[in-house]
């Protein structure tokens, strides 16, 4: 029987013993993110202004559901991730699974965006 490990709960030590993990150094890896030019426009800048001062003071003791539903859910809300086109869009609470010969990877996700406009 294959041994199931949660995303969740696997510790760096185990998932090492599993599959062969090199780091790779990169003084550029995230270049074309960091230097793309961002323009903020007037109404995402007050959006997040105001967001920001209403939650300032909460954001360090709000635990993971409260952050997720008063701060990171309306910043995600701000962004259309859907393309009928494309055939994408976000999802939230989705089942993950990895499988090999020898063993299974699983969890639930907070969020992801993925291809597939009913199943991620």
Avoid: C, H
């Avoid at 995303?7 to 760096?12: A, L, Q, Y």
């Amino acid at each position: 029987m294959k041994e199931i490990y949660y995303f969740s709960k696997i510790n760096d030590y185990e998932l090492r013993k599993l599959v062969n993990i090199k780091q790779k150094f990169s003084a550029n890896i995230f270049d074309d993110w960091f230097n793309k030019e961002i323009t903020i426009k007037d109404n995402e800048s007050k959006f997040l202004t105001e967001l920001l001062n209403k939650e300032f003071n909460f954001i360090r003791i709000y635990k993971e559901e409260d952050l997720k539903v008063k701060f990171i859910a309306p910043i995600l809300n701000q962004i259309d991730f859907r393309s009928v086109e494309k055939e994408i869009r976000d999802f939230y609470e989705e089942k993950i699974i990895y499988e090999t010969d020898k063993f299974i990877f699983t969890g639930t996700t907070d969020f992801l965006i993925s291809k597939g406009l009913e199943y991620s």
